[in-house]
């Protein structure tokens, strides 16, 4: 399994990032996909998630705001970020299903699932 993030970068308050994610070495489709993030007084925790059948999840701070999608075509996963803010400054990371299924009720850990090398997102002035 191989994920790889892009799109991170610096961006003002109120402004968007697209993350992108490509994936390799499964059955794409049919695995939930979902992006994570981790600030260092905070900790790992969901963003969102995608599931198989197209259906999505989101913690409340992002709803709204943020939007995931896949293409199974391309095995491709995004994330739309809108009118972000200081506090969705963290690393992202995109996130597969390992042996066990992927669990966002669950805290996220590096030692469950499948995990990309990270990108950085800093909403700044």
């Not at 610096?10 to 981790?38: I, K, Y």
């Not at 996963?77 to 992202?92: H, Q």
């Not at 850990?109 to 950085?120: E, K, L, N, P, V």
């Amino acid at each position: 399994v191989h994920l790889v993030e892009s799109g991170g970068g610096l961006v003002q308050p109120g402004g968007s990032l697209r993350l992108s994610c490509a994936a390799s070495g499964f059955t794409f489709h049919s695995h939930v996909m979902a992006w994570a993030r981790q600030v260092p007084e905070k900790g790992l925790e969901w963003v969102s998630a995608i599931y198989a059948r197209g259906q999505t999840y989101y913690i409340d701070s992002v709803k709204g705001r943020f939007t995931i999608t896949r293409d199974n075509a391309k095995n491709m996963v995004y994330l739309e970020m809108n009118n972000l803010i200081p506090e969705d400054t963290a690393v992202y990371y995109c996130a597969t299903e390992g042996i066990q299924p992927l669990n966002v009720w669950k805290p996220p850990s590096f030692d469950r699932d499948y995990w990309g090398q990270g990108t950085q997102v800093i909403v700044s002035r």
